[in-house]
Structures are given as C-alpha cells and as structure tokens.
C-alpha cells in the first residue's frame, strides 16, 4: 500500500524548529518513504490543495472510555467529582461498555488529529480491541490503585501482566505498554514498590498522577511529612521512565527533583481549570529543561479529547498569570504534542515528526476557512486560530483511518447509537 500526499503545505522540522514547506510526502506501508518527490505513481493520492500536514498529535494522558461519562457531573469541586460521581458510575461499567466509549474517545481523537494517546483505565483488552480495530496507536496501561497488603492491590498488577502478555505483538507495533499506579494517594509506599517491581521486571516506564490538587499535597504531607513528588522520589519510581500527569502544586524543591530524574510532566491545563485544581507552573518546568507534554484527562473532566484546545490553553493561560506574552510560545506548545510526546514514550525515532524513515502517522487539515486566511504564520494559526474541526483526513501507520471526513475504520454511526443505550442504562 502507498499514498502520496502531493504538493501539501507540510509542518516539518528543521534544526530543532518547525519550518513549513510546500512538497509531497510519499508513503510506503507504514513508513514516510521520502519527503519533496512527487514523482510517484502511489495507490492513492492525495491532492495538499488548500491543505496543510503535519504530525499527528499524540494525546499523553487521558481515560478514553471516561467519554461515556462527558457532561454527566460538571461544575462541583474534585473530590466530590472523584468520589460521590464517577467512582460509583465506574463501578457499573461493563467491558462491552469500555469497549463502545474508547471507541467514540478514539473518533473524537481523530476526527480533531491525534494519532496517538497514552490510556490508563481498568478494561484495558477492551480497549485494546478498539484501538487494534480503529487503527489508532496507544500505550496502554492499567491503573493501579492498592497498598502493599491487600488482595485486590496484587491481582490487578497480575491482570496487567496478562494483558501485556495477551497484547504482545499484534497491532504492527501500534499498541505498547506503560505501568500505571493511579497516584500518591490511591498506592501507599509498599504498593508503590511492589509495582515498581513489575515494571522492572517488563522493562516499562511509570504513568501516574501527580499534585494534581490542593488536598493530594495535605494527604501525602500528614502521611509522609514529604511532598509528593518527595515520596515517589524517595521509593525510586523517576529511576524509571515516568510520564507524570498534571503537576499543579510543586515546590522549587520538587522541580529540582523533577529536572534532576528527567521526569516527563504532562499538563492537562483543560481539565485541572475545570475542576478548580488550579494552573501547573509550566514556564518554570520548560525554564528548568524539563520535557513537557501535553494531555486532556478524561472528557468527564474536560469535556472533550481535542488537543487542538489544550494547545490553546497552555499557549494562553500562562501568558495570562504571569502577565508577559512571551512565555509558551506557538511553537514551544505544538512541541507539548509532537517531538516532546514522542520522546517521553521512548518513540522520538518513529513518531512525532513529518520526516523520512518515521511512521506515517500524519494529520491533513483542510485550510481553505476564513480562520486561516491571510496565511501570515501558520504555526501560530495552530495554537491560536485552529479549533481541531479542520482536520479532514488522518493516516496511521501508513493507513488512512479518515478521508474527507469519513471514518474508514469505525461505524461512526453504531458507536453513536451504542453510546447512547450505555448512557441511559448508567444514569437509570
Ligand atoms: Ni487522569
């Protein structure tokens, strides 16, 4: 199978920064196979026209399934969010139902651009099969929550290993695997070890939460006279590759610590607005050399999966709070979802970039809008002119997922009309 996409305006990269090129890309399999040749009689081509390429976004924390849950409990603080609305809902979710709501998680990811998320949630088979039939790529990972003594703490690590064992080789390499405790506060310090220990031992890296809110930091410090950040640091999770998520509340000490253990921190300005969890210290993360990427939680805390918002966001906010319009940069943002993603997954030589030998996991948005117009800076339209409806067609490894706006691989309209009855059943 091979696609040209002829004579597109192209997001690439050059020296470290982005540059937009007039060319064609050509595809062969799963691989950009050369990058300025138009010169090829491809399986399908693709006319660039009016239309504009560049990386497929990658998504670095989010809940997928959690899209079953969208607008069901808005507007209350975290822990009454947390604890009276969603933990009992999820306790009425079937695998079937997983299976439908990563299914609408991962329409909504492509139809705004994203080729790639990081998942962490309970039905991960279930989410594997949708993300195997859609196409999409993933790092999976079950959530962990338990202490060192109890049952339930043990069998759900052993459930993950199954599942990697289960996932081993299929999918082309689309589907790979992270270690998730769910946070400080859900694993006490000898669960912690005990899944660090399984990491170890299937050589994966950490995703957790971390200082997402105000009481997480009160809890840990009454528990452990230690910040969180502290306390992981201190049982050796950043030994190992971690993608830590949120980050609101740090001390100058815990981002020394952060720099230090080359922690990967994943900000989801969206949702930490939306449940009045504040605004992570980004300026001083990127200041200090810190890799930061970027992530839109789950659509219950949302409410969408549109990365095209958050890179609004986090190019916004900043400038706002600390009064000075030159900090997060268009740029340095389209980074928080391409290069810097890429690199905290360990994927920085396949994905992440428009470039030759890299997987084709590209996104063409159709430019020919009013909001693209005059074509000034099409990096900045990007982060501040771009609300992700733009994207007509997206490619993964080397196959088209949508085209012109029709999914390929999904049957929008039976995820919509199955999202529907898992709803009604939920909130009977
Ligand atoms: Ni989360």
Known sequence: MSILIKNVLAVLEKDLDF?????SIYIENDIIADIGNAD???????????????????????????????????????????????????????????????MLGIMEMIKTGTTCFTDMYIYINETGRAVDEAGI????????????????GRRRIDEAKQE?????????????????????????????????????EYNLGINIHLSESRSEVVEIYDKYKCTPTEFLNKLGVFDLNTLAAHCVYLTDNDIDILAEKNVNVITCPVSNLKLGNGIAPITKLV??????????????????LNLFKELQFVTLIHKGTEERADVISATEGLKFVTSNAAKALGLDDK??????????????????????????????????????????????????LMKDNEFLTIDAEKVKYQISKIAERLLQ
């Open 137 to 152: 790529r993933v790092c999976l990972s079950r959530g962990l929550v338990g202490t060192g003594s109890d049952e339930g």
């Open 351 to 400: 994905i992440g970039k428009i470039k030759t030998g890299y997987k084709a996991d590209i996104a063409i948005l159709d430019i020919d809008k009013p909001q693209f117009y005059p074509r000034n800076n099409l990096l900045s339209a990007l982060a501040y002119s771009t609300c992700g409806d733009e994207v007509c067609t997206v490619i993964v490894d080397g196959k088209i």
């Open 164 to 200: 990697i064992e289960y996932w081993k080789g299929r999918g082309n390499g689309r589907i790979s695997f992270i270690a998730a405790p769910h946070a400080p506060y859900t694993c006490d310090d000898k669960y912690l070890l005990n899944v660090i220990e399984f990491a170890k």
């Open 19 to 23: 540059s937009i090129e007039e060319t």
């Open 287 to 304: 200041d200090k050399g810190i890799n930061v990427c970027l992530g839109t939680d789950g659509a219950a805390s949302n409410n969408t």
């Open 40 to 102: 090829y009689n491809a399986d399908v081509i693709i006319d660039g026209k009016n239309k504009l390429a560049i990386p497929g976004l990658i998504n670095n924390h989010t809940h997928a399934y959690m899209s079953v849950f969208r607008n069901y409990a808005d507007d209350l603080p975290f822990s009454q969010w947390l604890f009276d609305k969603i933990l009992p809902i999820e306790d009425k979710l079937t695998g079937e139902d997983a299976y439908w709501g990563t």
